[in-house]
């Protein structure tokens, strides 16, 4: 007999189930904002006495060098990269298809090793200034001393300018020179036309090479470390490693956060009005020819920041290499190299699978809430190296000092450190900041790919994760490649995280460079900076076959 259900017992009913795929971009989100979350909650921590010998010493110039610098390196990279990129795209000159692809070439070399390469020539005890001297036959006092804010921020203007160079050159090369014939139909001139037309229609590209130069600047800490110049990510690892206070150095890096979004939200704000029109150009629209004294400046600007933002560091790297690879190229150096190659493969694979994820989940769930995951999984970009650095260490000494608490009450053992100290924090760390850069380029292929196949895969049987394996990972591989060889190089030169999480002993080529440079031996510096130079070049032979119109 069939026993009837209870009217006061309401019968069970199942929960509803989570979506994986809604939750792995949260997942991947909370991942980026817990190491602000816990920056931020330093605030409430007392490190007073710390505080007051910073701002007794060195505070009030650590500020003014940060803001020069986000100033400095923001105009001339913005000036520097759009003058070029309207150069190559738009106007003909001698050497224009050479210097096309030719100026992406300094993004290969870090900023640091221009830095100590400048400073290793342009010093006092220097060839150019020990020439000089020599030649004039008396002391120099109008040479410009290059430690110091004003080399800083040469140096990384001629390292970060490629940023805003490829944007721009793209919108202008979309442009043509339709905008300026438009403009010119309306009286006005070919300058007037390039600032009224052209430039205000390519400013969100600008703007986001702007940005990415900016970042790049803020999150500094090898090149400013080379020029003595103190910054915010300076003071963050003095406060950590030289006064032994984790929470004055989140403190620091809190309002290294606060600089770095109030300058995003900044730039959003200065265009959130404006509306962009897409513009093609149409079959016909050649290049501007250049006649006269204008050809040969164009050529000569071109020749000078190529020059001096990549040929001239490379040439003087081999001179120094050269000179000592003999005796101080040994075994350390498989340890360096391993060590480099193997923390880089780690990340690069990691990130690029973080990426993959976040992708395919933003293309199965197109809501608001999964766009906003992505938007915040991915902004890791924007925070500064030793910002994540603290942000991560943190909460991990707190989990191995309970750890360590469990274990001595249970086991009657001091494990000591299990957490900190270990690959495992400098690739979460890794994960957090290089996302972005993963991210990009495997969402760009997947765009590419029509919805079409995921319904046909679909109505064959096959499920999320089937669909993703099976149908779209072969057709990924473009952008998996891109993706994990900009990671990898990334890590290779990223040193502030390297420097600040890395466990005891394990040194690296960028570790190697910061040792070097620390103790004014630039040549023995050459070797691990060439290195990566060459590593470097790898993504960015893809990059130009890419962009090369």
């Given at each position: 007999?069939?026993?009837?259900?209870?009217?006061?017992?309401?019968?069970?009913?199942?929960?509803?189930?989570?979506?994986?795929?809604?939750?792995?971009?949260?997942?991947?989100?909370?991942?980026?904002?817990?190491?602000?979350?816990?920056?931020?909650?330093?605030?409430?921590?007392?490190?007073?006495?710390?505080?007051?010998?910073?701002?007794?010493?060195?505070?009030?110039?650590?500020?003014?060098?940060?803001?020069?610098?986000?100033?400095?390196?923001?105009?001339?990279?913005?000036?520097?990269?759009?003058?070029?990129?309207?150069?190559?795209?738009?106007?003909?000159?001698?050497?224009?298809?050479?210097?096309?692809?030719?100026?992406?070439?300094?993004?290969?070399?870090?900023?640091?090793?221009?830095?100590?390469?400048?400073?290793?020539?342009?010093?006092?005890?220097?060839?150019?200034?020990?020439?000089?001297?020599?030649?004039?036959?008396?002391?120099?006092?109008?040479?410009?001393?290059?430690?110091?804010?004003?080399g800083a921020i040469a140096v990384m203007t001629l390292a970060l300018y490629p940023y805003v160079?490829?944007?721009?050159?793209?919108?202008?090369?979309?442009?043509?020179?339709?905008?300026?014939?438009?403009?010119?139909?309306?009286?006005?001139?070919?300058?007037?036309?390039?600032?009224?037309?052209?430039?205000?229609?390519?400013?969100?590209?600008?703007?986001?090479?702007?940005?990415?130069?900016?970042?790049?600047?803020?999150?500094?800490?090898?090149?400013?470390?080379?020029?003595?110049?103190?910054?915010?990510?300076?003071?963050?690892?003095?406060?950590?490693?030289?006064?032994?206070?984790?929470?004055?150095?989140?403190?620091?890096?809190?309002?290294?956060?606060?600089?770095?979004?109030?300058?995003?939200?900044?730039?959003?704000?200065?265009?959130?009005?404006?509306?962009?029109?897409?513009?093609?150009?149409?079959?016909?629209?050649?290049?501007?020819?250049?006649?006269?004294?204008?050809?040969?400046?164009?050529?000569?600007?071109?020749?000078?920041?190529?020059?001096?933002?990549?040929?001239?560091?490379?040439?003087?790297?081999?001179?120094?290499?050269?000179?000592?690879?003999?005796?101080?190229?040994?075994?350390?150096?498989?340890?360096?190299?391993?060590?480099?190659?193997?923390?880089?493969?780690?990340?690069?694979?990691?990130?690029?699978?973080?990426?993959?994820?976040?992708?395919?989940?933003?293309?199965?769930?197109?809501?608001?809430?999964?766009?906003?995951?992505?938007?915040?999984?991915?902004?890791g970009y924007a925070l500064p190296g030793a910002v994540l650095a603290v942000g991560i260490v943190?909460?991990?000494?707190?989990?191995?000092?309970?750890?360590?608490?469990?274990?001595?009450?249970?086991?009657?053992?001091?494990?000591?450190?299990?957490?900190?100290?270990?690959?495992?924090?400098?690739?979460?760390?890794?994960v957090c900041r290089f996302l972005a850069v993963a991210h990009g380029p495997v969402d760009s292929?997947?765009?590419?790919?029509?919805?079409?196949?995921?319904?046909?895969?679909?109505?064959?049987?096959?499920?999320?994760?089937?669909?993703?394996?099976?149908?779209?990972?072969?057709?990924?591989?473009?952008?998996?490649?891109?993706?994990?060889?900009?990671?990898?190089?990334?890590?290779?030169?990223?040193?502030?995280?390297?420097?600040?999480?890395?466990?005891?002993?394990?040194?690296?080529?960028?570790?190697?460079?910061?040792?070097?440079?620390?103790?004014?031996?630039?040549?023995?510096?050459?070797?691990?900076?060439?290195?990566?130079?060459?590593?470097?070049?790898?993504?960015?032979?893809?990059?130009?076959?890419?962009?090369?119109?």
């Amino acid at each position: 007999m069939k026993a009837a259900a209870l009217p006061f017992f309401p019968s069970p009913r199942r929960l509803p189930a989570i979506d994986p795929w809604r939750a792995l971009p949260w997942l991947f989100a909370g991942m980026v904002l817990a190491p602000v979350a816990v920056v931020a909650s330093a605030f409430f921590t007392p490190a007073g006495d710390v505080w007051r010998h910073l701002a007794q010493t060195t505070l009030t110039e650590t500020l003014l060098n940060t803001l020069w610098l986000a100033l400095g390196v923001g105009t001339g990279a913005t000036l520097i990269g759009t003058g070029l990129a309207w150069l190559t795209a738009c106007c003909e000159f001698p050497g224009r298809r050479f210097f096309s692809w030719a100026l992406l070439l300094p993004l290969a070399v870090p900023a640091y090793v221009t830095a100590f390469v400048a400073v290793g020539l342009l010093d006092y005890a220097g060839p150019v200034q020990t020439a000089l001297r020599g030649w004039l036959g008396g002391p120099l006092g109008w040479f410009p001393a290059i430690r110091g804010r004003g080399g800083a921020i040469a140096v990384m203007t001629l390292a970060l300018y490629p940023y805003v160079y490829i944007l721009a050159r793209n919108a202008f090369l979309t442009q043509g020179r339709r905008a300026l014939e438009a403009a010119q139909t309306l009286g006005l001139s070919r300058t007037q036309g390039f600032f009224r037309v052209a430039l205000p229609l390519a400013r969100p590209w600008i703007a986001a090479g702007a940005m990415l130069a900016l970042m790049e600047t803020l999150a500094d800490f090898g090149t400013v470390s080379v020029f003595n110049v103190d910054t915010l990510t300076t003071a963050i690892y003095k406060a950590w490693f030289a006064l032994f206070s984790l929470p004055a150095a989140a403190q620091m890096a809190s309002l290294l956060v606060l600089v770095a979004f109030a300058a995003l939200l900044a730039e959003q704000q200065s265009r959130s009005r404006m509306r962009y029109g897409d513009t093609r150009p149409g079959p016909g629209l050649g290049r501007i020819p250049l006649t006269g004294a204008r050809r040969w400046l164009a050529l000569g600007f071109a020749l000078t920041v190529w020059s001096a933002g990549f040929l001239i560091p490379v040439a003087k790297l081999t001179a120094w290499a050269a000179t000592v690879w003999a005796r101080d190229l040994d075994r350390r150096y498989l340890d360096f190299v391993w060590h480099s190659v193997l923390l880089s493969a780690l990340a690069a694979g990691l990130t690029v699978t973080a990426g993959l994820l976040v992708a395919y989940a933003s293309r199965r769930h197109g809501d608001l809430l999964t766009r906003a995951a992505v938007r915040l999984a991915t902004m890791g970009y924007a925070l500064p190296g030793a910002v994540l650095a603290v942000g991560i260490v943190i909460p991990l000494a707190w989990l191995d000092r309970h750890l360590s608490e469990v274990a001595q009450h249970f086991l009657q053992a001091r494990p000591g450190l299990l957490i900190q100290g270990t690959l495992a924090a400098m690739l979460v760390a890794y994960v957090c900041r290089f996302l972005a850069v993963a991210h990009g380029p495997v969402d760009s292929a997947m765009q590419r790919i029509t919805p079409n196949l995921d319904a046909a895969a679909t109505t064959l049987g096959l499920s999320g994760g089937a669909v993703l394996a099976r149908v779209h990972l072969p057709m990924l591989r473009g952008g998996l490649l891109t993706g994990a060889v900009l990671v990898f190089v990334d890590v290779m030169k990223e040193m502030p995280i390297t420097l600040m999480t890395r466990p005891f002993g394990w040194d690296t080529l960028a570790i190697r460079i910061f040792e070097m440079t620390s103790e004014g031996e630039w040549e023995r510096a050459a070797l691990p900076a060439l290195a990566l130079v060459l590593v470097g070049l790898l993504p960015i032979a893809h990059l130009i076959r890419r962009t090369e119109a």
